[in-house]
C-alpha cells in the first residue's frame, strides 16, 4: 500500500546513516510496499554499495514482498532543482497507492506503522487534500527534541498528476528559480505547477507546548531526523553544501560558515517520547 521514495549521492562523503535507514525502512514496511531510491552522480562509489546493501537485506528475508527499485540519475548538484527532480524520479517508479518522502538521514517509528496505514486509510476517502505533512523530531546525542521545519516531510497519494519540481511561485520574471521561494522539494500538480493540497497534522500556529504535548499523546506519527546526531558531522554537511549554494546565489560567500555555536543557538524542545526503537 506505501512505498518509500528518496535521492542519494555521495553516501561516504556525506557520512549519513544510511545503511541505517534503509534497513529502517525496510523494516517498517513489514514485508510489502516499495522502496524507490534515485541514486544521483556520486564522487564515490555509492550506486554498488547501495545496491549491495539492498540486495542484502532482500536477502536477509527471502519471503519478503518488499521491492527495492533503484534507479540511476544524472543531475549536477548545481542544478537549483537537482534534489527535486532526483526524487521526481524515484517517484515516477512507485505503484503504491501512498507514498512516504524520506531523506537518506530521515527515519520512521517502527510502532507507528499503524497510525500511517490509518492516515493512509483517511487519505483514500479524502478528495480535498492530497498530502500529510508530518511533524519532525530531531535525534541529537540519542535525545529527541521537537522541530518544525514546515512542509518537508509527507504522506501523499501517488497520482500520475503528482510530481515534484519547482512550484509556479518559484520562478522569477526572467525565467529563472528563486531558490528563496522554492528548493524544488515540494509536491506540485503536474499540469499547473501548484503546491498540491496538504493537510497539517500540527498547524504551524499552534503553541509548541500543544504541538509536543499532541505528539507524546502518541496519535500523531513523525518522522526522525538523524543528521544532528553529531554537530560536527552537521558542521562537515554545511562545508560540503557551501560551493553549491554559492552556485545557485552566484554570491561567493554568501553562506557563512556553519559553527558549533551557530547549532548551539537552534532553539529545540526536549520532550519525552517513548524510545522510538520500541516496537
Not at 562545508?239 to 554570491?251: A, H, M
Amino acid at each position: 500500500m506505501i512505498a518509500i521514495h528518496t535521492s542519494i549521492f555521495n553516501v561516504e562523503s556525506m557520512r549519513f546513516k544510511w545503511r541505517e535507514a534503509i534497513r529502517n525502512w525496510f523494516e517498517f514496511l513489514d514485508g510489502i510496499g516499495e522502496i524507490c531510491i534515485a541514486i544521483n552522480t556520486s564522487d564515490d562509489n555509492t550506486p554498488e554499495l547501495v545496491r549491495a546493501w539492498c540486495e542484502r537485506l532482500s536477502s536477509e528475508t527471502p519471503h519478503s514482498r518488499t521491492q527495492f527499485k533503484i534507479v540511476d540519475i544524472s543531475i549536477p548538484y548545481t542544478d537549483p532543482a537537482f534534489d527535486g527532480k532526483g526524487k521526481a524520479a524515484a517517484l515516477s517508479h512507485a505503484t503504491q497507492p501512498f507514498a512516504i518522502l524520506l531523506d537518506i538521514d530521515e527515519f520512521v517509528v517502527p510502532s507507528q506503522r499503524k497510525l500511517w496505514m490509518r492516515l493512509a486509510g483517511e487519505l483514500q476517502n479524502r478528495r480535498d487534500f492530497d498530502s500529510f505533512l508530518i511533524p519532525v523530531v530531531d535525534l541529537i546525542q540519542d535525545e529527541q527534541h521537537f522541530k518544525s521545519i514546515g512542509s518537508k516531510f509527507y504522506l501523499h497519494r501517488t497520482s500520475p498528476n503528482i510530481t515534484r519540481g519547482v512550484f509556479k511561485g518559484g520562478y522569477r520574471e526572467d525565467g529563472s528559480i528563486n531558490i528563496n521561494a522554492s528548493d524544488s522539494t515540494e509536491l506540485i500538480y503536474a499540469d499547473t505547477k501548484e503546491l498540491v493540497r496538504a493537510q497539517f497534522l500540527i498547524m504551524p500556529q499552534m503553541p509548541d507546548f500543544i504541538k509536543i504535548g499532541t505528539l507524546e499523546s502518541g496519535e500523531t506519527p513523525y518522522v526522525l531526523h538523524y543528521g544532528w546526531i553529531d554537530a560536527e558531522q552537521r558542521v562537515r554537511q554545511s562545508d560540503f553544501w557551501r560551493p553549491v549554494w554559492e552556485s545557485r546565489d552566484k554570491k561567493p560567500g554568501s553562506q557563512p560558515k556553519t559553527t558549533l555555536a551557530d547549532l548551539e543557538k537552534i532553539k529545540r524542545f526536549r520532550h519525552n517520547l517513548p524510545d522510538w526503537r520500541a516496537a
